[in-house]
């Protein structure tokens, strides 16, 4: 009786984990082909981030991965990015790190477009303190 009772649990175990597999693969997520995208590039170059910069507020077209970009930021802001593959949580990172020592009045552009609130600053200050120091 012993040794049926432990089967079941085992089943019962195993049916969970997989269920909890599954859930995990069946999350939403932003799409990855723009992942590859050379940040180092958009990054030292004025002519590219301006471009991106216009797009971001506004005030200029976008191209295909900027249009994305621009569409998934309150969502990403709002889910603390849940939907975000390692490499865009990284790139993201990367990126404020970089606005934040190199380009502040840029960044407080897009801090008043995204946050005009200041909710976000606050929901990730402490994660924001221990990624820029």
Avoid: W
């Amino acid at each position: 009786m012993k040794t049926v009772a432990v089967v079941c649990l085992l089943l019962v175990a195993v049916a969970f984990s997989q269920a909890a597999r599954l859930r995990r693969e069946d999350k939403p997520s932003y799409t990855t082909k723009y992942d590859n995208i050379d940040l180092d590039e958009i990054l030292g170059s004025k002519r590219l981030l301006n471009n991106y910069f216009n797009c971001l507020l506004d005030k200029g077209p976008c191209t295909p991965d900027g249009k994305e970009l621009r569409d998934h930021i309150p969502d990403a802001l709002e889910t603390g990015c849940d939907k975000c593959s390692d490499k865009q949580k990284n790139g993201t990172r990367r990126v404020l790190k970089f606005l934040i020592d190199n380009e502040p009045d840029r960044y407080k552009e897009l801090e008043n477009k995204f946050d005009p609130e200041g909710t976000y600053r606050k929901k990730y200050e402490k994660e924001a303190k221990e990624y820029l120091s």
